[in-house]
Structure formats: C-alpha cells, structure tokens
Nanobody
Framework: VQLQASGGGLVQTGGSLRLSCAASGRTFSSGGMGWFRQAPGKEREFVAAFRWPTRATYYADSVKGRFTISRDSAENTVYLQTHRLKPEDTAVYYC??????????????????WGQGTQVTVSS
C-alpha cells in the first residue's frame, strides 16, 4: 500500500491549508486513516483520525475546532482541512492508514502504513 500526502506549504498565522492523502494498493474500509505531525526536536504527535466504517472522527485537543478530517471513499482519500493556523502547527504532517480499527488510534505505533510527509510552515 502507498500513501501519498500533499497540500503542505507556507502560510501566515490565521491562514488555512488543505492536506490530502491518497491511498493506493489497499482500502481501509474496516479501519481508518489519519494524520500525525512532527516538529523539529519533538516527538511525533497525533492530529486527527477518521474511522472508515462509522465515519467517526477524532482530534487532538490542540486542533479541535480548527482542523477537520474528512474522506472521499470513492477516491480512497482522506483530507485534513486546517483553519486559523498557528506557528505551533508548524511540522511535517504524515498521513497514516490501518486496515483494522484500533482504539489506540492516537498511538503512532499502531500504524504500519505511513505517507512520506508534507511540510506545513506557519509564519508569525
């Protein structure tokens, strides 16, 4: 399976970006897809997850109300719409996929499928 992330870039504080992650080679119809991010010198952290069968969404507290995760099942793609971006959102954003849903969706060790990462930089 391959996960192809795109949509990162440089924006000013308060701006928006839409990240995309297209999966090929496998569907995650019984599991889900999501996003993690890693800033320089920091550990990789959970951002958001989409549970495919139930359409349930999960967010880190730091992005609730600002980010929205959604899917296009026909395209096997998940999106992360970001709004009101802050400098602390600056990081490499990675999309992930899991074929069987796990309650520890926030744990990066639960995912074996990772995209290549897309850089998001928010200037102050």
């Amino acid at each position: 399976v391959q996960l192809q992330a795109s949509g990162g870039g440089l924006v000013q504080t308060g701006g928006s970006l839409r990240l995309s992650c297209a999966a090929s080679g496998r569907t995650f119809s019984s599991g889900g897809m999501g996003w993690f991010r890693q800033a320089p010198g920091k550990e990789r952290e959970f951002v958001a997850a989409f549970r495919w069968p139930t359409r349930a969404t999960y967010y880190a507290d730091s992005v609730k109300g600002r980010f929205t995760i959604s899917r296009d099942s026909a395209e096997n793609t998940v999106y992360l719409q970001t709004h009101r971006l802050k400098p602390e959102d600056t990081a490499v954003y990675y999309c992930v996929g899991r074929s069987i849903w796990n309650v520890q969706y926030y744990n990066p060790a639960q995912y074996s499928n990772w995209g290549q990462g897309t850089q998001v930089t928010v200037s102050s």
